[in-house]
């Protein structure tokens, strides 16, 4: 597996507006447009039945390999496993993060949280690589948007030690990507953004595959 550098964009797949087909045909465009290693694709798929996923996640695997990219699996280690995929995510109510590391192995681990208290909790614990925290603009499911404060929050009262990289879910565009990583966040998980406007979300990121502008160190 190739060893994770921390992306700044995670894309989550969406089928419920459209088909497979589509999703992995906006996911190609998507990384093929991005500077390589700077997207990791992540494979949810709620209600789909496991062949259905696992052919959805082939065509991705195939697709972020050949963009130099890199791909996740939501919540299924076994899946995630079987795709050779780089990255697994967990949510919020999901098994331990050493109990999941301990099966996936040394790969990329994500945790979904929806409190300032519980990514702190789970970045100082240091077993996950990342949270996803929402929702950061738009509310979602009842919940109200926390604001680009909460990332604000969390960079000033995470522990020294803490090391994992926070990503603003809920809500982000193009438009509000920006605003994201000035208030702390290291990058931030999409869903219809790219899908709607792959172009504008990357240059908000710096992340063009012929961008200028500053970003993370990739890898060659």
Not at 57 to 86: F, P
Not at 168 to 194: F, I, K, M, N, P
């Amino acid at each position: 597996r190739e060893a994770m550098i921390a992306p700044r964009l995670i894309a989550i797949t969406d089928s419920s507006a459209c088909g497979w087909p589509v999703v992995v045909d906006a996911m190609t465009a998507l990384t093929s447009a991005a500077a390589p290693q700077t997207v990791l694709v992540l494979l949810r798929f709620p209600g789909l039945p496991p062949r259905e996923a696992i052919a959805a996640g082939r065509a991705l695997r195939t697709r972020t390999r050949q963009a130099r990219q890199w791909l996740s699996v939501a919540g299924r280690i076994d899946v995630a496993l079987l795709l050779e995929a780089d990255a697994l995510h967990l949510g919020e109510h999901s098994g331990t993060t050493d109990d999941a590391r301990r099966l996936f192995g040394a790969g990329f681990v994500s945790r979904a949280v929806h409190s300032v208290a519980a990514a702190k909790r789970t970045l100082d614990a240091g077993a996950a690589d990342a949270v996803l925290l929402s929702p950061i603009v738009a509310p979602r499911k009842g919940a109200p948007a926390l604001g680009t404060s909460a990332l604000s929050a969390l960079r000033q009262s995470r522990g020294q030690r803490s090391t994992g990289r926070v990503y603003a879910l809920g809500g982000v565009s193009s438009a509000t990507a920006g605003a994201c990583l000035e208030a702390g966040a290291d990058g931030v998980a999409v869903v219809s953004a790219a899908r709607d406007e792959p172009a504008a979300l990357l240059a908000a990121l710096g992340i063009g595959r012929f961008s200028t502008q500053p970003r993370d160190r990739v890898a060659d």
